[in-house]
C-alpha cells in the first residue's frame, strides 16, 4: 500500500476562495482523521470519521469548515470562504481502530493570501 | 487543552548520547504512543504502550509508562544526526481520537 495519499501537498488561494483538500486513507482502515498543524496552536483534531461517518467534529473551528468521506477510499476537507487564519498544514491520517497506530500522509501546506 | 504535554520543549545534544523526552497527561489513558516528524513531512509511529505496560523497547528507543503520574518517557539511546526530528506523544483515551502534545524538537549535532 502506498500509505495515506493526500493531495495537494501546496496550496495557495486568496482570501475569499473556496479550498478541498483531499485524502485517500489506507485501504482497510476503518478510522479517517483530519488535523491541522500551526505552530501557535501545535496538532489539532479537527473531526474524525469511523466507517465513512462523521465521530466527532467538534474541532471543526467555524461553519466555513466542512469534511466529507462519501466512501471508504476518500475524504475531503473544504474552506468556504478561506481566510488568512486558515494557513497551517493539514494532515489526514488513517487507522485499523480508534486507539490503534495512526499513519499519517505527508500533509497540505494551505496559505491564504 | 492539551492531553499531552513533552517536555522539554527543544533538546539539543551531540551525536552518541542518549536524549530523554517527557509526556505528561491529565486523563486515564487506554495506552499511549510516540511519534517523530521530521521537518515538512508527516508523522511517523514510533511505539504504542498499553496502560498496563511499564516499559517497551524497540531498537534504540525505550519508553516507560507511569499511569500514577501520569507521565511516559521516551529515551533515544546513541543518538544520531538522524535522529534529528520533532518528537509528539500521543494518548488514547476511548472517548475520542488521539490527543497529540506539542512536542519535543530534538537536535542531535553531528
Known amino acids: 500500500d502506498a500509505g495515506v495519499i493526500q493531495s495537494p501537498r501546496h496550496e495557495v488561494t486568496e482570501m475569499g476562495q473556496e479550498v478541498t483538500l483531499r485524502c485517500k486513507p489506507i485501504s482497510g482502515h476503518d478510522y479517517l482523521f483530519w488535523y491541522r498543524q500551526t505552530m501557535m496552536r501545535g496538532l489539532e483534531l479537527l473531526i474524525y470519521f469511523n466507517n465513512n461517518v462523521p465521530i466527532d467534529d467538534s474541532g471543526m473551528p467555524e461553519d466555513r469548515f466542512s469534511a466529507k468521506m462519501p466512501n471508504a477510499s476518500f475524504s475531503t476537507l473544504k474552506i468556504q470562504p478561506s481566510e488568512p487564519r486558515d494557513s497551517a498544514v493539514y494532515f489526514c491520517?488513517?487507522?485499523?481502530?480508534?486507539?490503534?497506530?495512526?499513519?499519517f500522509g505527508q500533509g497540505t501546506r494551505l496559505t491564504v493570501v | 487543552s492539551q492531553q499531552g504535554e513533552e517536555d522539554p520543549q527543544a533538546l539539543s545534544i551531540q551525536e552518541g548520547e542518549n536524549a530523554t523526552m517527557n509526556c505528561s497527561y491529565k486523563?486515564?489513558?487506554?495506552?499511549l504512543q510516540w511519534y517523530r516528524q521530521n521537518s515538512g513531512r508527516g508523522l511517523v509511529h514510533l511505539i504504542l504502550i498499553r496502560s498496563n505496560e511499564r516499559e517497551k523497547h524497540s531498537g534504540r528507543l525505550r519508553v516507560t509508562l507511569d499511569t500514577s503520574k501520569k507521565s511516559s518517557s521516551l529515551l533515544i539511546t546513541a543518538s544520531r544526526a538522524a535522529d534529528t526530528a520533532s518528537y509528539f506523544c500521543?494518548?488514547?483515551?476511548?472517548?475520542?481520537?488521539?490527543?497529540f502534545g506539542s512536542g519535543t524538537r530534538l537536535q542531535v549535532q553531528p
Open positions: 491520517a488513517s487507522s485499523l481502530g480508534q486507539g490503534a497506530e495512526a499513519f
Open positions: 500521543a494518548t488514547d483515551t476511548g472517548r475520542r481520537a488521539l490527543t
Open positions: 486523563t486515564s489513558i487506554n495506552n
